[in-house]
Structures are given as C-alpha cells and as structure tokens.
C-alpha cells in the first residue's frame, strides 16, 4: 500500500496569510503512461463530507476559489491556500488515486492564529 | 442538481449485517466509477471500496475483503453495500463518492468529485 503522511498534523495561519500544508507518499504516484500526476486534496468542515478541491496535483476543482493551489510531483506535493480566510477552517487531506487501495494522508487541521 | 443520498445506516450487534444505499440523481450514473469512504468517528478518510461503471468490476480494501459486497443498480441509479460479519472497528460514518470524469471520458483512477452526506454504522452489544 502506497503510504501517505501530511505534515504539519495542525496548523495555525493568521487571516490573510499564506498557509502551506505538505504530503508525501511512500512511491511515486507519477503514472508515465498518461503523464498525470493521481494526487487528490480534500477538505472537510466539521460535520460536512469531504468537498473536493485540487487533482491530477494542481488542477483546481470548478467551484474552488484561486486562493487554493496545489503543486509538487512524484512523491512530495503540497497545498497552498494565500491568503487565509474565516471559511478556510478545516481539516486537509490528500489521497493518492494511483493503486488500490487508494490512500488518505491523516489530516492537517487548519485553524485561525 | 448532482446529489448523492446514503441510506440504510444504525445500530447493529457484532457478527451482524447491514445493507447501506446510496441514491444518486442529477447525472449519467451508468457513466460513473463509484467509491465508499468510510471515517471512523474523530479519525481519518480510509478508503473502503470501488466499483465500475456497469458493476462487473470491483475492489475492496483488505479490512472488509470478503465482508463486504458493494454493487449497482444502474436503471435505479443505486448503489448497494452489504456488510456481513460486522466488527466494532467498522464503527464509522459510511460515503459514498464518484469517481471523476471528464465530458469527454470517465477514469479507472480518478479523484472524488461529489460526496454523499455519509450515513452512520455502529457496530456495538
């Protein structure tokens, strides 16, 4: 099973600053073939299902606003929201879609300094 | 609108089964890959199983492997997940999600675009 760990597991960001959430997995999670990266980020308000926001590592969701961005490759990827806002309270996850079973990291809770 | 509703969730006693639903509406549904996430309470996403299109496909985390069955209904627009030989660990709140696609092709492996609200299991005597 391809491994996924986040880090930090909590972050604090004052509102308008920029917040930076890592993911990394234990294999690449390139697919050559297609040349697509199978790198997924969730996020998820208390009490909500998962909503998501960025896949193939950096092509954001129709919806998500442009604060949220994705990048990275391989095996080291990271979300980046640039300007924190009230609304952005929540937990991150990344998941890999590359094999089965697919992976969650375990979480990065957001929060406002 | 796109939507997803799961049913089926409660109460049920070690060794014991249920069948979860989850009714989708708003889209192709014939089309879609679908998935079921399930989230213990205070713990993570995890990953439970997959099923294709027509539902001749499917795969299924090693924790529910030969458990649970997910199937379709595709002239219902239903999915179905039959969970046998229940355990306290499969306590959690059950998704069901789809898979992605494009307007011009659906994907094998593709992230989670739309999420049911999650129906609640508890396995406890």
């Known amino acids: 099973d391809i491994v996924m760990t986040q880090s930090p597991d909590s972050l604090a960001v004052s509102l308008g600053e920029r917040a930076t959430i890592n993911c990394k997995s234990s294999?690449?999670?390139?697919?050559?073939?297609?040349?697509?990266?199978?790198l997924a980020w969730y996020q998820q308000r208390p009490g909500q299902p998962p909503n998501l926001l960025i896949y193939?590592?950096?092509t954001r969701e129709s919806g998500v606003p442009d604060r949220f961005s994705g990048s990275g490759s391989v095996t080291d990827f990271t979300l980046t929201i640039s300007s924190l806002q009230a609304e952005d309270v929540a937990i991150y996850y990344c998941?890999?879609?590359?094999?089965?079973?697919?992976?969650f990291g375990q979480g990065t809770k957001l929060e406002i300094k | 609108e796109v939507q997803l509703v799961e049913s089926g969730g409660g109460l049920v006693q070690p060794g014991g089964s249920l069948r979860l639903s989850c009714a989708a509406s708003g889209f192709t549904f014939s089309s879609y890959w679908m998935h079921w996430v399930r989230q213990a309470p205070g713990k993570g996403l995890v990953w439970v199983s997959r099923?294709?299109?027509?539902?001749?496909?499917?795969a299924y985390a090693d924790s529910v492997k030969g458990r649970f069955t997910f199937s379709r209904d595709n002239a219902k627009n239903t999915l179905y997940l039959q969970m046998n030989s229940l355990r306290a660990e499969d306590t959690a709140v059950y998704f069901c999600a789809r898979g992605y696609c494009t307007t011009a092709s659906c994907y094998t492996s593709s992230a989670f675009d739309v999420w049911g609200q999650g129906t609640m299991v508890t396995v406890s005597s």
């Open positions: 193939w590592a950096s």
């Open positions: 998941q890999q879609y590359y094999s089965i079973p697919y992976t």
């Open positions: 099923i294709d299109h027509d539902g001749d496909s499917t």
């Open positions: 294999q690449s999670v390139f697919y050559s073939s297609y040349n697509k990266t199978y």
